[in-house]
């Protein structure tokens, strides 16, 4: 998995001990025999509505934003955030995630758009497909063919249909474990590119050259359900 810098791992771990992906190493892929894969498959299937009693447990998207202000990167989260798993073509939504979070890292050149996804209130899901790894207490898992679609989202006076599509792996990927009484999924996302309409061609991509553009660019989604 994606190595990240100091202060998201002191993040990720400081959300609880009981972290599946971020304070634990990945498996070796290997190959993974049937009868373990469907397993873990169907236990993994179904939606993860998160803990209302246990904030712990609580369902949230946490990622990097600029405070230029203070000239810092600062870290937030939104709540609830639904993820689903759908175990008949290993696909994966993430719903209620709000324009604010895709927003955040569009450059200053397309700031129209960046502003009109921002303030759009409408939730948003993001659909992917996954594949697994490697299984032995938890099951890890790559990603790809991720994307989230708003339509009709005006600027600059047009309106356009959006499509926010992420990398796949080595930049995304998730795992997913039991901790108790909890199913927890935790998956990385990395924004890739921002395509308009129905054009192959990307108006940009996110850049992730450097640890701090890969570390803006990426969610960290963590479910959980009893």
Avoid at 116 to 131: H, R, T, V
Avoid at 136 to 144: G, H, L, P
Wanted: with cysteine; net charge negative; proline share 3%.
């Amino acid at each position: 998995m994606k190595k990240f810098n100091k202060l998201f791992i002191i993040l990720l771990c400081c959300v609880g001990a009981m972290s599946v992906t971020s304070c634990l190493s990945d498996d070796d892929g290997g190959g993974i025999d049937p009868e373990t894969y469907k397993a873990w498959l169907s236990a993994m299937y179904g939606p993860y509505y998160g803990s209302n009693s246990d904030y712990r447990y609580q369902n949230k998207i946490y990622y990097y934003y600029d405070d230029e202000e203070n000239n810092k990167i600062k870290t937030d989260s939104i709540l609830g955030v639904v993820a689903n798993i759908n175990s008949l073509d290993t696909a994966f939504t993430v719903s209620n995630v709000t324009g604010k979070v895709l927003s955040k890292q569009i450059p200053d050149n397309y700031k129209d758009l960046r502003e009109a996804l921002e303030s759009y209130d409408q939730p948003i899901s993001i659909n992917g497909k996954f594949d697994f790894t490697g299984i032995s207490q938890n099951a890890y898992f790559t990603i790809y063919t991720t994307s989230a679609t708003i339509n009709n989202l005006e600027y600059s006076g047009e309106t356009h249909d959006i499509k926010v599509a992420f990398w796949g792996y080595p930049y995304s990927s998730g795992a997913y474990g039991r901790i108790g009484e909890y199913d927890i999924l935790e998956i990385y996302l990395c924004l890739g590119a921002i395509f308009i309409d129905d054009s192959q061609t990307p108006l940009f991509e996110y850049p992730i050259s450097s640890q701090a553009d890969l570390t803006k660019a990426t969610l960290f989604l963590r479910a959980t359900r009893q």
